[in-house]
C-alpha cells in the first residue's frame, strides 16, 4: 500500500506553541526544539522517526537539532531526517529551522574532528547530502577547539554564510572568554553569533555560573539549552530506583550508581512540587529552564509521540512564584552536593 503525502495540520502554529526571538535577529524560535541526538539513529525505527517528526510539525515545532555524529551510529540521525525530510517534508522547508554542527569524532584520521576549517567545511557538506539539503539554517562550531586558532574556526563558519550553505552561525560549549573574542569576531565580519547552545537544567548551573549566559544575553545572541531533564534524571523514572533499559541501566552517559538513595530523595521531593503544580516531573524541569528570560529555546529528545507531547506542554506551564523557586533552588543545590 503506497503511504499518501504528508500534508501538515492546519492549524500547526494555532496549537499552543509559543515563540521567541533569538537575541537581537529577525528568528523566532519554538520555546521546544526537537533534538536528534539520540532515538533516530540506524538502531531506531524510521517509521517512528517520521511519526515523531510529524507531531513536531504539527505542533508548531519548527527547529531541529542535529549534528554530524548524532545516531548512533555516526550520520545516521542526519540520515534519517533526510529521508524523512524528502519524502514528506520538503513542501515545508521554508517553515523549517534545520541546525547541524561538527566539532566532536566523525571519521578516522587527523580530519575528522575538533576545529580546523577542513574538518568544517567537510562536515559541512557531508551533512547536507545526508539530509537532502541545499542549505542549513545555522551550523554550529559544537566545541571549542584549544589548539585551533580560533581565528581559523571562525572564519570557516563566516565562509559558510557568505557561500549560502548556513544561513546564520553559533557557537556550542566554548568557555567565556573564547565565546566573547568569537562574538566580536564573527560580529566584525557581519555574521553576527545567532545562538549559543549549552547544558543547562536544575542541577547544572554552569552556563549561569561561569557568566556565560550573561554574556551571550548582552551580546545580543539567543541562548539554547539542552539536557533539560539532566539524562532523564529529572523526570519520573528514578523515582524508586534505576529500571530496565534506563540511561542509567545501560551507563553510557549516565551510571547507575550516580542513582543513589540521597538522590533519589531529592528527586522525589522536586516530585511532589511539580504535582502540587499540576504537573510531571519532567514538564516542571523543562518549564524551570524556559521561566529564565535570557533562554530562547530547550531541546527536548523523545524516543515516542507521548513523550513529546508531554514535553510541549512545559510551554503553557503555570508561572512559578518565589517561594516555590525558593525550594527549587534549595533542593537542587542538596542534589548539585550529593
Not at 95 to 111: T, V
Not at 302 to 307: G, I, R
Request: aromatic share 12%; with cysteine.
Amino acid at each position: 500500500m503506497i503511504e499518501p503525502l504528508y500534508k501538515a495540520a492546519d492549524d500547526r502554529y494555532e496549537r499552543g506553541m509559543k515563540y521567541a526571538r533569538s537575541g537581537k535577529s529577525g528568528i523566532l524560535l519554538p520555546r521546544i526544539s526537537l533534538g536528534f541526538w539520540h532515538n533516530f539513529g540506524e538502531v531506531d525505527p524510521l517509521s517512528r522517526s517520521k511519526d515523531i517528526m510529524r507531531f513536531a510539525f504539527d505542533n508548531g515545532i519548527t527547529s531541529f537539532d542535529l549534528a554530524n555524529n548524532y545516531g548512533p551510529g555516526y550520520g545516521t540521525a542526519e540520515e534519517a531526517f533526510g529521508y524523512v525530510f524528502d519524502k514528506w517534508f520538503r513542501p515545508y522547508r521554508d517553515e523549517m529551522f534545520i541546525a547541524s554542527k561538527a566539532g566532536y569524532d566523525m571519521w578516522p584520521g587527523p580530519y575528522g574532528n575538533w576545529g580546523s576549517r577542513k574538518y568544517l567545511m567537510s562536515s559541512l557538506e557531508q551533512s547536507l547530502r545526508r539530509m537532502n539539503l541545499d542549505y542549513v539554517d545555522v551550523f554550529y562550531s559544537h566545541r571549542y577547539d584549544p589548539e585551533t586558532p580560533l581565528e581559523e574556526t571562525l572564519q570557516a563558519l563566516v565562509d559558510m554564510v557568505r557561500q549560502g550553505k548556513a544561513l546564520y552561525v553559533g557557537i556550542s560549549r566554548w568557555p567565556l572568554e573564547a565565546a566573547r573574542f568569537a562574538f566580536a569576531y564573527l560580529r566584525e565580519r557581519d555574521t553576527p553569533c545567532l545562538l549559543f547552545q549549552d547544558r543547562y537544567n536544575i542541577i547544572d548551573r554552569k552556563v549561569v555560573e561561569s557568566g556565560v549566559l550573561d554574556a551571550v544575553s548582552e551580546n545580543g545572541s539567543g541562548f539554547i539549552a539542552f539536557s533539560p531533564l539532566a539524562q532523564g534524571i529529572l523526570t519520573g523514572r528514578y523515582l524508586d530506583g534505576v529500571p530496565e533499559g534506563s540511561r542509567a541501566s545501560v551507563g553510557r552517559f549516565l551510571k547507575a550508581s550516580q542513582i543513589t538513595p540521597e538522590l533519589i530523595g531529592r528527586i522525589r521531593q522536586l516530585n511532589e512540587i511539580a504535582e502540587s503544580r499540576g504537573e510531571t516531573l519532567a514538564e516542571m524541569a523543562l518549564s524551570w529552564v524556559l521561566n529564565d528570560p535570557r533562554v530562547t529555546s530547550v531541546i527536548v529528545g523523545c524516543s515516542s509521540v507521548a513523550q513529546l507531547a508531554d514535553s510541549i506542554k512545559a510551554v503553557n506551564a503555570p508561572a512559578f512564584d518565589e517561594e516555590t523557586l525558593r525550594r527549587i533552588e534549595s533542593i537542587a543545590q542538596e542534589m548539585m552536593r550529593i
